[in-house]
């Protein structure tokens, strides 16, 4: 039985070509679309470039439109689909796509380090790995899963870790769910089973802050207005923020503008463990919600989709970290 798989391309490093100066360019039109795979024996592949963006480019608007066009290919008797997107925002339509898609479908994202002339040139290998496990039965009900280097990682803790290593995309503190090996898809994880909330519309003006040391009110300050519909901290350690900050923290949940926190540290999970001024204990008793696990691009994408279903409060709160 031919299984038909969907191509969504939407631009990035993969679709792009280095330039006589060693500049790297967006193409008019993405080399991928002219290029066969071998191997395709029951494969009908459908190709759409619905966008040619490169990826700082993208947005919550352009994610929405590709979860519209996934849920309409489920409904168009698509086994699997594959989206080739560029590396720096990668991570965040994973995310985004894992939460609002409510499907068996398999769904693999990949892109490429490296672009389409370059000596070494991951996409197109990229991209074959990514068809081989949008079109795999074991890639069934496994949510959005990103495809590069050989590795298969859940949209849910995947990130890019390098600038400009192939092997960029990792999962601090619990690794790669499979791997592609000698042709074969092979999950070595399972994943986590999660809410997924299908949107119609995108709220706007969630911010991501960064704390460091001597912090002080300024930048929440800025953010206390009307407009400001959510904000994501990335605090220090295990959760905690400099004393200085508590003032204008208090001003914005006045507000009833929510506050999730999360950790900066590269591995591990943000936890109220300490109870000083500013610690995470304090932290919590004052409103801010802790969200375990994820990081702070992450957090705001969940947040988003979050505010975006109509979410507030208690269900919120728990919304994040479900």
Not at 4 to 33: A, F, Q, R, W
Not at 181 to 205: E, F, K, M, W
Request: glycine fraction near 8%; hydrophobic fraction near 40%.
């Amino acid at each position: 039985m031919t299984k038909k798989i969907l191509i969504l391309h939407t631009g990035g490093t993969i679709s792009m070509s280095e330039d006589k100066t060693g500049k790297v360019k967006p193409n008019e039109k993405n080399p991928l679309t002219s290029l066969t795979l071998s191997n395709q024996a029951n494969l009908e592949l459908i190709t759409e470039e619905i966008f040619n963006l490169p990826s700082p480019h993208m947005d919550p608007d352009h994610m929405l439109q590709l979860s519209l066009r996934l849920r309409q290919a489920q409904a168009e008797g698509f086994f699997g689909a594959v989206i080739t997107h560029g590396t720096d925002t990668l991570e965040e339509t994973a995310m985004f796509l894992d939460l609002t898609l409510d499907s068996k479908m398999p769904v693999a994202i990949t892109g490429a380090m490296r672009s389409s002339n370059e000596i070494g040139s991951d996409g197109l290998y990229n991209f074959r790995s990514a068809v081989m496990v949008a079109s795999s039965p074991e890639s069934v009900n496994k949510g959005v899963v990103v495809v590069m280097n050989d590795e298969i990682h859940a949209a849910r803790f995947v990130t890019k870790t390098h600038t400009t290593n192939v092997a960029t995309f990792r999962t601090p503190t619990f690794g790669p769910i499979g791997i592609i090996s000698d042709g074969h898809v092979a999950y070595v994880q399972n994943t986590i089973a999660r809410q997924c909330l299908p949107l119609t519309n995108i709220v706007n003006n969630i911010y991501l802050i960064k704390a460091y040391a001597g912090m002080d009110g300024t930048l929440l300050a800025a953010l206390d207005s009307e407009a400001t519909k959510g904000i994501v901290i990335e605090a220090l350690g295990a959760g905690n923020l400099p004393p200085q900050t508590l003032p204008a923290l208090k001003k914005l949940l006045q507000r009833q503008i929510p506050i999730i926190l999360v950790s900066r540290c590269f591995n591990g999970i943000a936890e109220p463990v300490y109870d000083y001024e500013g610690g995470g204990v304090n932290l919590q008793k004052m409103g801010i919600t802790f969200c375990r696990g994820l990081n702070g691009p992450k957090a705001r994408i969940k947040l988003l989709v979050g505010l975006s279903a109509g979410l507030s409060g208690e269900k919120l709160a728990h919304y994040i970290n479900a």
